[in-house]
């Protein structure tokens, strides 16, 4: 088993729709979790970081569930621009980072 | 530009030759890391620096491959003997940490490795 897998996708909706994505991790122990965005051959960038508390940054929603491992990015009223691979990010005290195969949106007009 | 730095941005190179990447960090981050990545697949760890300090390396960083941090700054990345395989875009970032927590990384844009 990998230690993070997220939706295979590719997701495909149209502007305005509500997407979510998942993702499940392997290591009890991880203690940081990150969701990270990246546009085709460009680097990855920092979406929001996922606290135990669930955040929001205005359409974008991160829940985290310790007891079953799992991280949850919502995006609403999608837009044309939200096109991109989401990639899900967990690491531990002293850890490295270990990132996820990343799941593709793309928002359709 | 205060962000993260890396060159060259593309290299092409022929079996056998061996190539040296660099990564120039944030000035005040203490970790740098290097990442490989392919199409299709997340970023895979390759290794990672506190200050001068090489503290993990993956499995997946074979002896053709080093990595230095001389001064605690800019780092280097070096595959001697490349082979097709080794074809990937090569991401650095870099990381403050506190007490051993990482924080978020910000990445480079990359070396493109092409190796025919």
């Known amino acids: 088993r990998k230690e993070v897998e997220q939706d295979p996708g590719p997701f495909n909706v149209p502007e305005g729709a509500t997407v979510a994505f998942n993702c499940t991790y392997s290591n009890s122990a991880s203690q940081s979790f990150f969701w990270y965005r990246q546009d085709c051959r460009k680097e990855p960038k920092l979406l929001m970081s996922?606290?135990?508390s669930g955040n929001e940054d205005g359409r974008f929603t991160a829940q985290l569930n310790r007891a079953s491992q799992y991280i949850s990015l919502l995006i609403r009223d999608s837009k044309l621009s939200d096109s991109a691979t989401y990639l899900c990010?967990?690491?531990?005290?002293?850890?490295?980072?270990?990132f996820g195969p990343g799941t593709r949106l793309s928002v359709l007009p | 530009d205060t962000g993260v730095s890396q060159n060259p941005r593309h290299k092409i190179t022929k079996r056998g030759q061996n190539v040296t990447f660099r990564c120039d960090p944030i000035s005040e981050h203490n970790r740098l890391y290097w990442y490989r990545q392919t199409l299709g697949q997340g970023p895979e760890f390759l290794t990672y620096?506190?200050?001068?300090?090489?503290?993990?390396k993956s499995r997946l960083l074979s002896d053709r491959f080093s990595a230095e941090r001389p001064k605690g700054s800019f780092s280097t990345l070096e595959i001697q003997r490349t082979e097709q395989g080794d074809s990937a875009m090569y991401l650095c970032?870099?990381?403050?940490?506190?007490?051993?927590?990482?924080?978020?990384?910000?990445f480079g844009p990359g070396t493109r490795l092409t190796v025919t």
């Open positions: 970032a870099s990381s403050l940490s506190g007490q051993g927590v990482p924080y978020e990384q910000y």
């Open positions: 990010v967990v690491t531990s005290y002293g850890q490295n980072f270990v």
């Open positions: 996922v606290y135990s």
């Open positions: 620096f506190q200050n001068e300090a090489q503290l993990e």
